[in-house]
C-alpha cells in the first residue's frame, strides 16, 4: 500500500523564520512527488519534482527531491502570514494513475 | 474559466438519508478524483476514474458509489448517509501522461455535516 508521511504536523513560526517541511514516501510505480497549498478551500499546486537533487523555487519557496532516500522538504524563507496554510505533499503512482496524500503540515506564521 | 465545478457548496443530511455530491470539469482531462478530508488531516482517496465507464475505490471507498457516464461528470453518491462522513469532500481532474499533466485541479470542495 503506498504511503506517504509528513513531519511536522504543525509549526508555529514568526514573520521572517526560515521553515522546512519534510515529507517521505513508499510508492510503487513511482513517477513523481508533488506538493501543494490549501488555504481556505481547494488545494493549489506548488512543485512538481521528478528528478534527485534539482531545485525547484519559487520565490521565497523551494523544493527537492532525494530518490535514493525517498523523500523531499519544502523550504521557505523569510516567512510572511500569507505562508499560514495547509501544506500537503503527495506521491504520483504513475502505473495506477492515482496520487496519495499526506496528512499535511499546518503552518500558521505570526506577525 | 470553469475549472472543477462542485455542487452543492453545503449540506446537511439526516441519519439514513442518501444524496449526490455533483462535480463537473470542462479542461476535458481523462482522470477524475475523489477525495475526503477531515478536520487536520490529508486528503483521502475515495474513488477516482481514468476514463469515461471506467472507475476504481481508493483508500476509503465504503458508504459510498461512483460512476463515469462522460468525460466531463463524475457524481459521488452516499447511500445511506453515517456520522462517520461528516467530511469536506473535493473533486480533481488531471490528464494522464508526464510532467506537469499529472498536477491535479481541485474544485472548491463540499462541507457535508450528518445529523
Known amino acids: 500500500e503506498d504511503k506517504v508521511v509528513q513531519s511536522p504536523l504543525s509549526l508555529v513560526v514568526h514573520e521572517g523564520d526560515t521553515v522546512t517541511l519534510n515529507c517521505s514516501y513508499e510508492v510503487t510505480n513511482f513517477r513523481s512527488l508533488l506538493w501543494y497549498k490549501q488555504e481556505k478551500k481547494a488545494p493549489t499546486f506548488l512543485f512538481m519534482l521528478t528528478s534527485s537533487g534539482i531545485e525547484k523555487k519559487s520565490g521565497r519557496l523551494s523544493s527537492i527531491l532525494d530518490k535514493k532516500e525517498l523523500f523531499s522538504i519544502l523550504n521557505i524563507t523569510a516567512t510572511q502570514t500569507g505562508d499560514s496554510a495547509i501544506y500537503l505533499c503527495?506521491?504520483?503512482?504513475?502505473?495506477?494513475?492515482?496520487?496519495?496524500f499526506g496528512d499535511g503540515t499546518t503552518l500558521t506564521v505570526k506577525p | 474559466n470553469a475549472g472543477v465545478t462542485q455542487t452543492p457548496k453545503f449540506r446537511i443530511l439526516k441519519i439514513g438519508q442518501s444524496m449526490t455530491l455533483q462535480c463537473a470539469q470542462d479542461?476535458?482531462?481523462?482522470?477524475m478524483y475523489w477525495y475526503r478530508q477531515d478536520p487536520g488531516m490529508g486528503l483521502k482517496l475515495i474513488y477516482y476514474s481514468v476514463g469515461a465507464g471506467i472507475t476504481d475505490k481508493g483508500e476509503v471507498p465504503n458508504g459510498y458509489n461512483v460512476s463515469r457516464s462522460t468525460t466531463e461528470d463524475f457524481p459521488l453518491r452516499l447511500e445511506l448517509a453515517a456520522p462517520s462522513q461528516t467530511s469536506v469532500y473535493f473533486c480533481?481532474?488531471?490528464?494522464?501522461?508526464?510532467?506537469?499533466?499529472?498536477?491535479?485541479?481541485f474544485g472548491d470542495g463540499t462541507r457535508l455535516s450528518i445529523l
Open positions: 503527495a506521491a504520483y503512482n504513475t502505473n495506477a494513475g492515482k496520487s496519495t
Open positions: 480533481a481532474s488531471s490528464y494522464s501522461g508526464t510532467g506537469t499533466l499529472q498536477v491535479q485541479h
Open positions: 479542461m476535458n482531462h481523462n482522470y
